[in-house]
């Protein structure tokens, strides 16, 4: 049991935003379960009815985040300045966009607002995020849920990821302590499963047409390792050394 | 990212109990957040209305969990037959009493539910739990949260509570039955390493007279990831490709 929470300063970067909101109602949960988890920026997206009386009774004690939330006309304002853009999605689609669960996504948070802001985007609550707005996002996020009956309220989706981003503060601080490096960014992590998917055809062991399941499976392996900015540094080493022998092999 | 999230029917056996609630509204939203994280059991001792349209409208699809909701009048009646009584608690009381955090809390209900039912209280909305009801539990749990702004809305609480057991479901999952692989043995581990040791000499990657630093940060690597028998061979069988390559070169 940890006694002492202090709120790690980086959650005040991790920005909730929610897009065209029907419920003011919700809009005041989301205050509320923003700041009883420290966060504190609220970015709404064309909300039906802001500021609201019943926002404002939602949020309880917490109407300061309602004060100081911005209220703009496009994802794109929204966003504007963030390093790292998941939207929450509570399906697995067949989609492209790579996916984390919020557990993933608090840790890739924490990592990445060493650097700079990150933005959580929250879609309406009768049909989520439109396919433009997840072009804008790095990742798509779920939380795990009853496979028949998925969809939380949006007030309760967002409590549960911002639960998850002050867990991560916690967890953060056991690593800082633990190990010396930075715990490598989503960017980083990106290069190394690019180098990594590149170095396997270059050696002959992945063939490319299976090998969306090959690297979902590499990346479920090292996204739980939370591999720091060193350790990247040491697999791609290994890599290149590899893609070296393999190269010189095919001149002959 | 785990893909498939398949129901621990264990989660059947956690109760969740709310004592003398006053806002129908809370009630639905819990029988929603409920169903959400794949729990079904709700017991409401005193509930100040119930059943509600209120309620019915906020459960959205889960009314199927207030359908089946048990009214009792005493906590004794909510908590029968159950083998770990647990309290939800906001604050961390200078009390005597044993307590969890959620996450803790989550992983003890799912390892007791393999014995007998768990019961998890919540109290009033805005008193909480009463000194007697706490003498009832043989933990008390809080939520980690905002020191300056600690107590959450009821149903945001039961979200989080419900949210952790589901994903205790999956930690064991992931252990014993998702990856359906067993966790690699100290013996497959060390032939991994030795592998690893005699690869990365083959790619000239690795100066022998390194050695020592260097297998130890690999092994510090490797050892927190807890591979699976499956993710070894996968590894090894990346090295063998490698090997391959480096000797065809030298062989020319």
């Not at 700041?35 to 920026?41: E, R, T, Y």
């Not at 970015?43 to 100081?68: H, Q, T």
């Not at 309406?124 to 433009?132: H, P, Q, T, W, Y």
Request: aromatic residues 6%.
């Amino acid at each position: 049991m940890i006694e002492d929470y202090r709120l790690d300063p980086n959650l005040a970067k991790i920005r909730i935003v929610l897009i065209e909101t029907s419920h003011p109602g919700n809009i005041g949960a989301i205050a509320r379960a923003m700041k009883n988890m420290g966060l504190s920026q609220l970015v709404l997206v064309n909300p039906k009815e802001f500021p609201s009386s019943v926002a404002s009774a939602r949020a309880s004690s917490a109407c300061d985040i309602l004060d100081s939330a911005k209220v703009v006309n496009s994802i794109d304002e929204a966003i504007v300045g963030a390093k790292l853009v998941v939207g929450a999605s509570a399906r697995l689609r067949k989609v492209s966009w790579p996916q984390l669960d919020v557990r993933e996504t608090a840790q890739l948070a924490l990592q990445t607002v060493e650097d700079g802001e990150v933005a959580l985007l929250f879609g309406r609550e009768d049909s989520g995020l439109s396919n433009a707005e997840m072009d804008k996002c790095h990742y798509l996020a779920h939380i795990p849920s009853n496979p028949t009956y998925s969809s939380l309220n949006i007030s309760q989706a967002v409590q549960v990821f911002a639960y998850e981003c002050l867990m991560a503060t916690q967890i953060e601080t056991v690593h800082s302590k633990g190990y010396k490096h930075k715990l490598a960014s989503a960017d980083q992590l990106e290069g190394f499963y690019d180098h990594l998917y590149q170095a396997l055809q270059d050696i002959e062991f992945l063939d490319p047409s299976k090998n969306a399941r090959f690297m979902r499976r590499m990346r479920r392996l090292f996204n739980r390792t939370q591999l720091d900015v060193k350790e990247i540094d040491i697999l791609r080493g290994i890599l290149t050394a590899a893609q070296r022998k393999a190269s010189g092999e095919k001149s002959e």
